[in-house]
């Protein structure tokens, strides 16, 4: 009797730590990311910084949910010179869509964005998930 029981208790230990494990991975462990280069090009007298970064498809059912796909996400903004502080309201942005509070800062080879949404139906300020440092890559 008292092998069965050190077993049981055995089972229900590592079950545990299974489940706990699994619960991290599916709610705390977040695969999507930045990548570290961003790419600056001069179009037309405006300069285009573009980032990447890989991003979770949005799930439907609970099969894609267990699959955790990713795709590569590209965001592009149209900033008025290629090195200083640029300020959000500097950076143009869609018709219908909030505009940008915050700065992108340019200082050689290092870029840093800082740049939230200035909601102004919930009077919040939403970050950007470009936000981040990165290295510049610049194109000719």
Same mark, same amino acid.
């Not at 955790?68 to 149209?78: Q, V």
């Given at each position: 009797? %008292?092998?069965?029981? $050190? @077993?049981?208790?055995?089972? #229900?230990?590592?079950?545990? /730590?299974? +489940?706990?494990?699994? @619960?991290?991975?599916?709610?705390?462990?977040?695969?999507?990311?930045? !990548?570290? $280069?961003?790419?600056?090009?001069?179009?037309?007298?405006? !300069?285009? +910084? &573009?980032?990447?970064?890989?991003? *979770?498809?949005?799930?439907h059912d609970p /099969?894609?949910? *267990?699959?955790?796909?990713?795709?590569?996400?590209? $965001?592009?903004?149209? @900033?008025?010179?290629? &090195?200083? /502080?640029?300020?959000? =309201?500097? #950076?143009?942005?869609?018709?219908?869509?909030?505009?940008?509070? %915050?700065? @992108?800062? /340019?200082?050689?080879?290092?870029?840093?964005?800082? +740049?939230?949404?200035?909601?102004?139906?919930?009077?919040? =300020?939403?970050? +950007?998930?470009?936000?981040?440092?990165? $290295?510049?890559?610049? =194109?000719?």
């Amino acid at each position: 009797m %008292g092998r069965s029981r $050190e @077993i049981k208790i055995w089972f #229900i230990a590592l079950s545990g /730590i299974f +489940l706990v494990s699994l @619960i991290w991975y599916f709610f705390f462990y977040n695969l999507a990311y930045n !990548f570290k $280069e961003a790419s600056l090009e001069k179009i037309n007298g405006k !300069f285009s +910084l &573009t980032v990447k970064g890989k991003r *979770l498809y949005m799930v439907h059912d609970p /099969i894609s949910a *267990l699959k955790r796909d990713t795709y590569i996400e590209t $965001e592009s903004f149209l @900033i008025p010179r290629a &090195t200083g /502080i640029i300020q959000g =309201k500097e #950076i143009p942005t869609k018709k219908g869509y909030y505009n940008l509070l %915050g700065n @992108i800062s /340019i200082t050689n080879r290092n870029l840093t964005i800082d +740049l939230h949404y200035n909601n102004t139906d919930d009077k919040t =300020k939403t970050p +950007l998930s470009w936000n981040g440092e990165y $290295e510049l890559v610049r =194109k000719e």
